[in-house]
């Protein structure tokens, strides 16, 4: 039996398309309309709410509650101040991603934990002799994401910056709320007791029917993420822990993430690999592809068909080729309806990975297996101010 | 000495793409915009305090999807919002909704037809082959079959080739198009008069023509290109109103340094032995460039900027017979709240899933040609068409948090009105659509917080579009492709050496559509 979310109620009612998507054994709706179309514009032109209470949640606590996760994670956590909120992986010993999400610093003692995988067993084996109690509070703790441009208007008595979080009451509910997200827009997620969650829920479409607040499902959201140059678990990479052999896993620079490996802190896991990893520079690299209109295009004409985009974002590996040489494959793509372009994610060797240099990628045309022109873009496609602003 | 390579006169939206493709490929590019802002007929404007209009052009429809790439539009701000559905209220309650979803839809149409249902997609069908065999035109300076010069031969030949290459059933379909009225092209197809109707008024919109006229059957499928790019989705309703999509081609063409200056107003263009030289703003300031780009209309452009004694005698004739004849007015609402659809209501629709797309008032071909009848002798429709968007509900922006913006344009109200525009004649037509209007939502006289009625005539003062024809010319088949604007110099050229028109009064035409901006780019591009 999958479990469903504690907006379930809510969520059931107005998932007018039926279409639901597994996610960490829930139940979460894929869109609300019959298309997701509306819902991705309103997260880049009004207003999109989210229901992300599947993510897996830990509360860390306790007097070395800042040792443990410095330890863990790559960034460096110790010199987070209260309120902070900082994105990172974290790796095995061999410097191998296991999983990746957000660490918020709740006050000196208390940090809050996100994560797309199970990590208590984890979390508590590298606690050993500390004092520090890690608690799942996955099920306890609801959370909604509200991003797009209207976000700031809706919250109208939450000023916060970015990755910044604060205690605070919404309509009279206790939540904390984040200023951060999964779009790459102006956004926030608010964290509540699972009790509290459908009034929160009817507070926020109430507050936000005005400026066009619209429920939205994953289909949109995977859009977004794709635009915002965000990564997914199992899509774009395989955690370390699931990987059958070596060559599925991928270490934090492998992924673009080397600006959150701090080799300055003295012990982490994975240090050593990483620090190593450092010296020569990897192997592959997580870059943005954009495909040639013109060349899809032709590819297109030659059989006398317009040209056709996916109207949903895919998420398959797709050969990259140099010439007659696999230069590496794209593991995520679409069509991006606000900047009017066909985008990808893609894994390519470091040698093919400079900003600007022509591939070209695996296309299916009426059957037929193509090659389109692509040009190696730096992530995010898409970027707004308003984001930090 | 020339200071600049290239003036272009007008900074609507057609000025502003050439402009920036121009300034891409090198050129030093000053444009003149007479008003305090750009885009001409494609602007945003807060009317009244918080309610933001398009005031005059309000959705995007026919904006070539070349041009959003070649001039990275999205990274200048145009964001396109989907408007998918238009409603067609109807007497007693009933209405005809067109859904996006292709079930939907389908559902909706059996309603009033089986049939119908389902020559609905085998019209999708044929309209899609008819546009992608008509689109190549559109991006092209269209070749004059009575030239015999090698290029022009060339191109044609090319195009006898693509036509020849088309199946039989296509070309006989093509041909139809091209003949027939929309109203008799509909009839092969459809039963359902709401259907008919709603789908003839596209045929209609900028004309002095009905949909019974022949010919109108044609621009059905000028507007219907807009649909071909399907998901690239170059239709749609511009966030922040069309103003954004000129400021967004502003922003490419400053970006790739071109000038724009505001609040400059040309009086002429500077001709001497018969090549322009420059022009002369309003105040006497002369500037000077090697080339005049006009976005003006051709009337404009010609009797009034250039001038007759510095052009040919039957070019000037010709000028004269090009047919404007204004058919459309504005009404702008701002609303207190939503308007009260009785027809969704009674059919438990919420009203907030349907006035997100479009609402026609087209309940028959009869009542769009009575429309017609009115104008033809010089009156506005008693009960006129009219195509309304609430771009509020796309955009919550456009006005104040919960309250609403309406669009509606309608049709007819001929620029050439028994005893001219007045005042008075402007509150009848705002009157007049209002009461035709509540009848199908009778809450809507008690939302209206402002009301703001643009004729013809205030069209042609404001932006300065001849009789205030929207698409700067009729859009009729004498007036299209190689005899746009005049037969021999269609291709943006004009008989003065160094002077080229750019606006929509060349091929292809009218829409916030950018086309012939970019022709005309590319033809200055070519003869350097």
Excluded at chain 1, 97 to 122: H, K, Q, S, Y
Excluded at chain 2, 132 to 153: C, F, N, V, Y
Excluded at chain 2, 265 to 292: H, P
Excluded at chain 2, 395 to 418: L, T
């Amino acid at each position: 039996m999958l479990k469903t979310t504690p907006f379930h109620e809510r969520t059931a009612a107005l998932c007018a398309s039926h279409a639901w998507r597994r996610w960490a054994g829930y139940v979460v709706a894929s869109s609300y309309e019959l298309s997701h179309e509306r819902e991705y514009h309103a997260i880049r032109g009004a207003a999109a709410l989210f229901d992300v209470s599947p993510l897996y949640k830990y509360l860390v606590r306790g007097k070395d509650a800042a040792r443990l996760l410095h330890y863990v994670v790559t960034r460096d956590v110790e010199s987070m101040k209260v309120g902070q909120v900082a994105y990172t992986p974290w790796c095995d010993a061999a410097g191998k991603v296991l999983d990746d999400g957000t660490i918020a610093r709740l006050d000196e003692t208390t940090f809050r934990m996100t994560a797309a995988e199970p990590n208590l067993r984890w979390l508590q084996d590298n606690a050993a002799g500390l004092e520090v109690k890690v608690e799942d509070v996955s099920e306890s703790i609801a959370a909604l994401a509200l991003q797009g441009p209207a976000s700031r208007a809706i919250l109208e008595e939450v000023d916060l910056k970015y990755f910044r979080l604060a205690k605070t009451k919404l309509g009279g509910i206790a939540v904390t709320v984040s200023r951060t997200g999964y779009t790459g827009d102006l956004g926030y997620e608010i964290w509540v007791q699972k009790t509290d969650a459908l009034p929160l829920w009817d507070y926020l479409i109430e507050k936000g029917t005005p400026y066009g607040i619209m429920p939205a499902g994953m289909l949109a959201l995977d859009v977004a993420r794709i635009e915002a140059g965000l990564m997914l678990i199992d899509v774009d990479y395989v955690p370390a822990r699931k990987a059958l052999i070596a060559s599925q896993t991928s270490s934090p620079y492998e992924l673009d993430l080397g600006w959150t490996v701090n080799l300055k802190k003295e012990r982490f896991v994975g240090r050593e690999a990483l620090a190593a990893e450092a010296g020569r520079g990897p192997q592959w690299q997580f870059v943005g592809l954009e495909i040639d209109w013109d060349s899809l295009e032709r590819l297109y004409a030659e059989v006398g068909l317009a040209t056709r985009l996916p109207a949903m974002a895919w998420r398959t590996s797709v050969p990259v080729y140099a010439g007659d040489e696999q230069a590496g494959y794209a593991t995520s793509g679409g069509w991006s309806p606000l900047l009017k372009k066909y985008i990808a994610l893609a894994h390519l060797g470091a040698a093919h990975a400079v900003p600007g240099t022509q591939l070209d990628m695996e296309i299916t045309v009426e059957h037929r297996r193509k090659r389109a022109r692509v040009r190696v873009v730096k992530k995010p496609f898409f970027d707004p101010e308003r984001k930090r602003g | 000495m020339a200071s600049w390579d290239v003036i272009v006169i007008g900074g609507g939206h057609n000025g502003l793409v050439c402009a920036a493709y121009l300034a891409r490929a090198g050129r030093k590019v000053l444009v003149l915009e007479r008003r305090e802002r750009v885009g001409g007929a494609a602007m945003t404007e807060e009317v009244f305090p918080g309610f933001r209009f398009s005031v005059f052009s309000y959705v995007v429809s026919l904006l070539r999807p070349e041009i959003i790439r070649d001039l990275e539009l999205p990274r200048h701000g145009l964001h396109i919002l989907p408007l998918e559905s238009t409603l067609t209220p109807l007497a007693d309650d009933d209405y005809l909704a067109q859904w996006n979803d292709h079930d939907q839809n389908r559902r909706e149409l059996a309603r009033h037809s089986l049939r119908d249902a389902e020559a609905y997609d085998e019209f999708g069908l044929m309209l899609h082959q008819m546009a992608r065999a008509i689109k190549p035109l559109l991006g092209m300076a269209p070749p004059d079959p009575t030239s015999l010069s090698l290029g022009e031969l060339r191109a044609m030949a090319g195009l006898g080739r693509y036509f020849r290459d088309m199946k039989k059933e296509h070309f006989h379909r093509l041909t139809k198009l091209l003949t027939m009225s929309s109203a008799d092209f509909l009839d092969e197809w459809f039963e359902t008069e709401a259907l008919k109707a709603t789908k003839s008024a596209s045929g209609i919109i900028g004309t002095l023509l009905g949909p019974r006229s022949p010919g109108t059957a044609y621009v059905l499928l000028h507007h219907y290109m807009g649909e071909l790019d399907g998901v690239f989705r170059a239709w749609g309703f511009a966030k922040g109103g069309n103003g954004s999509v000129s400021a967004a081609i502003a922003g490419a063409a400053r970006a790739a340094g071109a000038e724009i200056r505001c609040n400059a107003s040309v009086a002429n263009v500077l001709v001497s032995g018969n090549r322009a030289k420059g022009v002369v703003l309003e105040g006497g300031e002369e500037i000077r460039a090697k080339t005049v780009v006009s976005g003006a209309d051709p009337r404009r452009t010609f009797l009034d900027l250039v001038g007759e004694k510095n052009l040919p005698a039957e070019f000037v004739d010709s000028i004269r017979r090009f047919r404007f004849r204004g058919s459309s007015a504005k009404v702008n609402l701002a609303l207190g709240e939503l308007p009260d659809f009785t027809c969704l209501a009674a059919a438990g629709i919420d009203r907030r899933a349907a006035l997100r797309g479009a609402v026609s008032i087209s309940p028959s071909v009869e009542y769009l040609e009575r429309a017609y009848d009115d104008a033809k002798y010089g009156e506005v429709s008693r009960r006129p068409y009219m195509d309304i968007v609430i771009p509020s509900m796309l955009d919550p922006e456009m006005a104040p948090p919960g309250k609403h913006v309406m669009s509606i344009f309608v049709q007819y109200a001929p620029y050439h009105v028994n005893g001219g525009w007045t005042d008075a004649r402007r509150e009848a037509l705002g009157d007049a659509v209002v009461d035709t209007l509540a009848q199908y939502a009778p809450n809507l006289k008690n939302a209206i917080l402002h009301r703001q009625v643009v004729t013809p005539a205030d069209i042609e003062r404001i932006v300065g579009l001849s009789e205030g024809n929207i698409f700067q010319g009729e859009l009729t088949l004498q007036q299209m492709f190689f005899l746009r604007p005049v037969p021999a110099w269609a291709k943006y050229r004009t008989p003065v050496r160094g002077l080229y028109q750019c606006g929509a009064g060349t091929h292809p035409g009218g829409g916030v559509m950018g086309a012939s901006g970019r022709n005309a780019a590319r033809a200055i591009l070519g003869a350097a």
